[in-house]
T-cell receptor, first 109, second 115 residues
Framework: GQNIDQPTEMTATEGAIVQINCTYQ??????LFWYQQHAGEAPTFLSY??LDGLEEKGRFSSFLSRSKGYSYLLLKELQMKDSASYLC??????????WGAGTKLIIKP | NAGVTQTPKFQVLKTGQSMTLQCAQD?????MSWYRQDPGMGLRLIHY???????DQGEVPNGYNVSRSTTEDFPLRLLSAAPSQTSVYFC??????????????FGAGSRLTVL
C-alpha cells in the first residue's frame, strides 16, 4: 500500500532551526509537497520538489531524495507564528495526492 | 479575488439527515476536489472533478455524492448522515496538466458534527 510517514509532534525554541522529516512509499512519484496548516485553518502551500536536491524559499527549505523516498522541511530562525502542523504529500503515478498525517510543531519562547 | 469559498463553516446534523456543502472557486481551475480531515489521519480524498460534467471517486466516496455542472461550483451532498461522517471537510482546486506543480488552493473548511 501507499504510505507517508512523518513525526506526530516536534518542539523547538524560538530563533532556532528545526527539520521535519517525511518518508514515503508510493506507487510512482510525480512530486512532493509541503503544506502548512494553522489550527482551525486551511492548509496553505509551502514548497514543491520534483527533482532531487534542495529548494530554498526564505526561512524555509525543502529537500528531496527520490532514491531514498525521503524529504525534509527545514525551518530557520523560528518564530512563534511558525507553530502549526506541517503536511507532507506525494503525488503518485495516477497524479493523486497521498497525504501524511502531519507534524504538529510547537514553538517555545 | 475570493479563491475557494466554502459554506457553511459549521453544521450540526442528526443521524439520517441530508445536507449539501457548497464550494465555489473563481480562479477558473479545472480540477476541484473534496477532502475530509480526521484527527491523526492524513487528508482523505472523497470525490474529485477534472472539469464540468466529469466527476470521479476518491479514497472514501461512500455516503457522499457530487456533481459539477459548472467550472466554478462543486457541491458535496451527504445523503443520510452518519456519526462516522463527523469531520472537517475541505474543498480544494487547482490547474491541471503541464509539468508544473498544480498547487491545490483550499477553502476555509466546514466542520460537520453528526449526532
Amino acid at each position: 500500500g501507499q504510505n507517508i510517514d512523518q513525526p506526530t509532534e516536534m518542539t523547538a525554541t524560538e530563533g532556532a532551526i528545526v527539520q521535519i522529516n517525511c518518508t514515503y512509499q508510493t506507487s510512482g512519484f510525480n512530486g512532493l509537497f509541503w503544506y502548512q496548516q494553522h489550527a482551525g485553518e486551511a492548509p496553505t502551500f509551502l514548497s514543491y520538489n520534483v527533482l532531487d536536491g534542495l529548494e530554498e524559499k526564505g526561512r524555509f527549505s525543502s529537500f528531496l531524495s527520490r532514491s531514498k523516498g525521503y524529504s525534509y522541511l527545514l525551518l530557520k530562525e523560528l518564530q512563534m507564528k511558525d507553530s502549526a502542523s506541517y503536511l507532507c504529500a506525494v503525488r503518485d503515478s495516477n497524479y493523486q495526492l497521498i497525504w501524511g498525517a502531519g507534524t504538529k510543531l510547537i514553538i517555545k519562547p | 479575488n475570493a479563491g475557494v469559498t466554502q459554506t457553511p463553516k459549521f453544521q450540526v446534523l442528526k443521524t439520517g439527515q441530508s445536507m449539501t456543502l457548497q464550494c465555489a472557486q473563481d480562479m477558473n481551475h479545472e480540477y476541484m476536489s473534496w477532502y475530509r480531515q480526521d484527527p491523526g489521519m492524513g487528508l482523505r480524498l472523497i470525490h474529485y472533478s477534472v472539469g464540468a460534467g466529469i466527476t470521479d471517486q476518491g479514497e472514501v466516496p461512500n455516503g457522499y455524492n457530487v456533481s459539477r455542472s459548472t467550472t466554478e461550483d462543486f457541491p458535496l451532498r451527504l445523503l443520510s448522515a452518519a456519526p462516522s461522517q463527523t469531520s472537517v471537510y475541505f474543498c480544494a482546486s487547482s490547474w491541471t496538466g503541464g509539468s508544473g506543480a498544480n498547487v491545490l488552493t483550499f477553502g476555509a473548511g466546514s466542520r460537520l458534527t453528526v449526532l
